[in-house]
């Protein structure tokens, strides 16, 4: 009986899915302690960071994870379910190992209405990011 239950929870989707849930959450975790930050980071000064060709990029510290089918990004063992559209595709670019330069966000923000407040909403996220160790802008 418990063969038979064993092979039929693995023969099914709902199994596939809680299991690929657990192993990115597991996977995803925090190695290391966060170490406290100086101050918080400034939007304006990120932006200007930015503009004159700093990239952002993985803070090895923190663990970026993400799923393709249903696509999920988890970030030191959380899932991140209220991402936009722009921070996702930014943490699926940072999760690859690939650093993020003012060209890839002006790119995702080109097809919205008010880029201006947009841009000003990511570089906000960023700087969340920053101060919780999830990245490093680099100039």
């Avoid at 980071?41 to 930015?50: A, G, H, I, M, Q």
């Avoid at 990239?55 to 030191?76: E, G, H, M, S």
Wanted: net charge negative.
């Amino acid at each position: 009986m418990k063969a038979l239950f064993l092979q039929q929870l693995a023969n099914s989707a709902q199994f596939d899915a809680l299991f690929q849930q657990v192993l990115a959450t597991t996977v995803s975790r925090r190695r290391y302690e966060l170490l406290e930050v100086a101050g918080l980071s400034d939007p304006e000064e990120v932006l200007e960071t930015f503009e004159h060709g700093g990239r952002l990029r993985q803070d090895n510290n923190c663990k970026l994870v993400y799923t393709q089918d249903p696509f999920r990004i988890y970030a030191n063992g959380e899932w991140l379910d209220e991402l936009t559209y722009a921070e996702a595709e930014i943490l699926k670019q940072l999760a690859d190992g690939q650093t993020v330069d003012f060209a890839f966000l002006t790119r995702l923000i080109g097809s919205l209405q008010d880029q201006q407040i947009s841009m000003e909403v990511l570089v906000d996220s960023i700087c969340n990011w920053l101060d919780d160790g999830w990245a490093l802008l680099t100039e």
